[in-house]
T-cell receptor, first 112, second 113 residues
Framework: GEDVEQSLFLSVREGDSSVINCTYT??????LYWYKQEPGAGLQLLTY?????DMKQDQRLTVLLNKKDKHLSLRIADTQTGDSAIYFC????????????FGRGTSLIVHP | NAGVTQTPKFQVLKTGQSMTLQCAQD?????MYWYRQDPGMGLRLIYY???????DKGEVPNGYNVSRLNKREFSLRLESAAPSQTSVYFC????????????FGEGSRLTVL
């Protein structure tokens, strides 16, 4: 099965940029998702990128994909305290299964 | 539009007791999932149901059973709860086609003493 690795914690100052990194093993991943989990809540889809793209920008969010290195990153510009949450990388491998594989999640802590 | 609804939100059990976590979705999705979330472990798939009438084991199925009652409802049962099953449980449904996005419930926090 797919293995997904993320660092567990990231601490940034309000107003700075945050970069959350993810590596995965299955090169056939078709969609690569980022989910956000706020305290006490379920996960919500934040953004995603197709495997035929290198970059996707959506307001303060930039997703970069390096397929050769199987590396995905999520950049949050002008990080706010409301961005404090756990961020999950979830590649979705093709080949019949529609089940995304989740990383362990990165806890983003934003301090003033 | 309620999305995915889980009940109960909180539950405390004693070792050996049984209980059922309920999940319902109103988005007409075919696929539904049960995950558990433990600190530092991320989300681990317990069971899933690709369609009404079918269920399959995920990564950590031991100690659990599931029922896909109809297209809307997917329940998770603990027959004899153990302290190792203390966790936060999430139900999710999936929109196939398009992005294949998962929609999650708010979670059920279970403590087994």
């Amino acid at each position: 099965g797919e293995d997904v690795e993320q660092s567990l914690f990231l601490s940034v100052r309000e107003g700075d940029s945050s970069v959350i990194n993810c590596t995965y093993t299955d090169s056939s991943s078709t969609y690569l998702y980022w989910y956000k989990q706020e305290p006490g809540a379920g996960l919500q889809l934040l953004t995603y990128i197709f495997s035929n793209m290198d970059m996707k920008q959506d307001q303060r969010l930039t997703v970069l994909l390096n397929k050769k290195d199987k590396h995905l990153s999520l950049r949050i510009a002008d990080t706010q305290t409301g961005d404090s949450a756990i961020y999950f990388c979830a590649p979705h491998a093709s080949g019949g299964s529609y089940i995304p594989t989740f990383g362990r999640g990165t806890s983003l802590i934003v301090h003033p | 539009n309620a999305g995915v609804t889980q009940t109960p939100k909180f539950q405390v059990l004693k070792t050996g007791q049984s209980m059922t976590l309920q999940c319902a979705q109103d988005m007409n999705h075919n696929s539904m999932y049960w995950y558990r979330q433990d600190p530092g472990m991320g989300l681990r798939l317990i069971y899933y149901s690709a369609s009404e009438g079918t269920t399959d084991k995920g990564e950590v199925p031991n100690g659990y059973n599931v029922s896909r009652l109809n297209k809307r409802e997917f329940s998770l049962r603990l027959e004899s709860a153990a302290p190792s099953q203390t966790s936060v449980y999430f139900c999710a449904s999936q929109r196939l086609g398009n992005t294949g996005e998962l929609f999650f419930g708010e979670g059920s926090r279970l403590t087994v003493l």
